[in-house]
C-alpha cells in the first residue's frame, strides 16, 4: 500500500464519512434550488445545510457572505480580479505566495498597471510585522494579499499580528488559506480578515471541485462568472444578494455534500489536535535531517512554534526529481518534487533552478509511515554515494 506524503496537496485518504456523504447526495441529487419538487429542495437543504456549518467553523456570523467556488484557485481569481482596480494601486503581498495568488497579480499588473511590492521572507513568520507596518505606511496599498501558511517552507504566519497590522492602516486584507484551512483554527471576523479563500480538497478533507471564499460586507466585488443563480431571474445583470452574486451555475453538490461530513470529522477530532499531530511528524523527520549532512531542510525548525506539517528539502548529489522517482518506484512512497507552483518562493530559497522535495504529513500519516520514509532515504543515500 502507497505511503502518502502528499497532503499539501491534496489530502489522502479522505474520512470514510466523506465517501459514504458523496455517495448518497450523488444517488438522490437535483439541481439545488432550481425547482420545487422534492429532489431539489432536499439537494438545496444539504447546500444551506453544509454553508451553515461551516460558517460557525470559520467564525463568520454571515453565512450567505460564504460562497461557494470551484476551488481555491478560483476563489483568489475572483477576489482579486473582480476588485475595483486604477493604475498606481498597489498591493502588497510576500515573498512565499503560491502562483494562484501572483499570477493573477501580475496579470493585473500588466492589464491594469497595478504594482505588486513583494516582501522580503521572514524564516520563521513569513513577514516581518514591522515592515509590514512600514510598508503598508508607505504604499498606501489597496490590498494586503497574503497565505497564512507556504505550500513550500511550511511557515505559518501569525495572522492575527498581521490582521492587527492591516487595520490599524486600514488597509483589506486577503488570506489565502490554502495550507491552512482545517489545520488551524480560523477566525476571519474575529480577525477582521476582508476576504478569505480555501480549497475543500486539503485541509478541509474534502473532495476536488469545491472551494471557498469569504467576503467582508465591506468588499465589493464584481463578479467574474455570470449565468443563472435561481434567483433574480427576470434580471439580466448578477443579482446584487450573497451568495447568488458569486454563484453562478450548477453547484458542486456531490463535493459539497462530502465537506459537510469532513466538517463533522474535524469538529469531533479538533483543528488543534490535527495540527499538533501533524507538527509532531514533521518534527520526527526534521530531527532525523537535522543529523544528515547529505540532507538540506528549508524552512522553520522541528520545535519552531509557527508551522505546519510541511517539510522541503534537497539530497546532495541527487536531484529533487530523482529523489521523488525512487521513493516511489522502489519503496511506494509519495512524495512532491519540483517547483510546487510557487516560483517566487522558490527564488527567494535560491532553489528555483531544481526545486526540493516536499513532504507533507497529514491526519491519517502514522510515525512508522515516517521512520519507513527515513529508511528509504537512508538507502537512496547509501546507493547514490556507491555510484
Keep these: 500500500m502507497t505511503i502518502y506524503f502528499d497532503n499539501a496537496a491534496t489530502t ?18 437535483a439541481n439545488p434550488g432550481r425547482g420545487a419538487y422534492q429532489l431539489s429542495l432536499d439537494s438545496a437543504g444539504v447546500i444551506f445545510d453544509t454553508r451553515l456549518k461551516l460558517a460557525g467553523f470559520l467564525g463568520v456570523s454571515d453565512a450567505s457572505r460564504l460562497v461557494f467556488t470551484g476551488g481555491c484557485t478560483l476563489s483568489l481569481n ?47 513568520s513569513v ?65 477582521g480578515v476582508s476576504i478569505w479563500c480555501a480549497p475543500g ?27 443563472g443563480t435561481g434567483s433574480g431571474s427576470e434580471e439580466l445583470s448578477m443579482p446584487k444578494c450573497f451568495p447568488d452574486r458569486l454563484e453562478s451555475g450548477t453547484l458542486a453538490g456531490p463535493a459539497i455534500a462530502g465537506l459537510s461530513a469532513a466538517v463533522d470529522f474535524l469538529i469531533e477530532r479538533g483543528p488543534d489536535n490535527i495540527a499538533r499531530h501533524e507538527r509532531e511528524l514533521a518534527a520526527q523527520f526534521i530531527a532525523w535531517a537535522a543529523e544528515r549532512p547529505y540532507i538540506q ?52 530559497l535560491g532553489t528555483v533552478a531544481t526545486g526540493l522535495v516536499r513532504v507533507s504529513f497529514g491526519p491519517f500519516n502514522k510515525q512508522s509511515e515516517v521512520g519507513a520514509l527515513l529508511s528509504a532515504l537512508e538507502s537512496i543515500a ?3 554515494a556507491k555510484i
Design 12 to 29: 489522502y485518504p479522505k474520512p470514510e464519512e466523506v465517501y459514504q456523504a458523496q455517495d448518497r447526495y450523488f444517488r438522490s441529487c
Design 78 to 124: 475572483l477576489a482579486l480580479k473582480g476588485m475595483t482596480w486604477q493604475r498606481g494601486d498597489v498591493v502588497v503581498t510576500s515573498a512565499l505566495e503560491h502562483n494562484a495568488v501572483m499570477r493573477p497579480l501580475r496579470q493585473l499588473e500588466r492589464d491594469n498597471g497595478i504594482r505588486v511590492v513583494i516582501l522580503p521572507y521572514a524564516d520563521g
Design 127 to 191: 513577514i516581518d510585522r514591522d515592515r509590514l507596518a512600514q510598508a503598508l505606511k508607505r504604499e498606501r496599498p489597496k490590498l494586503c494579499a497574503l497565505a497564512e501558511a507556504s505550500n513550500v517552507t511550511g511557515d505559518l504566519l501569525d495572522l492575527a499580528a498581521v490582521a492587527d497590522v492591516c487595520r490599524s492602516q486600514r488597509v483589506p486584507l486577503l488570506v489565502d488559506a490554502a495550507q491552512s484551512a482545517g489545520c488551524v483554527r480560523s477566525r476571519i471576523e474575529e480577525l
Design 201 to 227: 480538497h486539503k485541509g478541509l478533507l474534502g473532495a476536488p471541485g469545491v472551494g471557498l471564499l469569504y467576503v467582508s460586507p465591506q468588499v465589493e466585488l464584481t463578479p467574474l462568472v455570470a449565468g
Design 297 to 348: 531542510l528549508y524552512g522553520p525548525g522541528a520545535y519552531a512554534e509557527r508551522r505546519t506539517g510541511i517539510v522541503s528539502f534537497s539530497m546532495r548529489g541527487i536531484t529533487p526529481d530523482r529523489v521523488a522517482d525512487l521513493l516511489n518506484r522502489n519503496f511506494d512512497i509519495a512524495v512532491r518534487a519540483g517547483l510546487h507552483c510557487a516560483a517566487v518562493a522558490h527564488q527567494t
Design 382 to 384: 547509501v546507493s547514490s
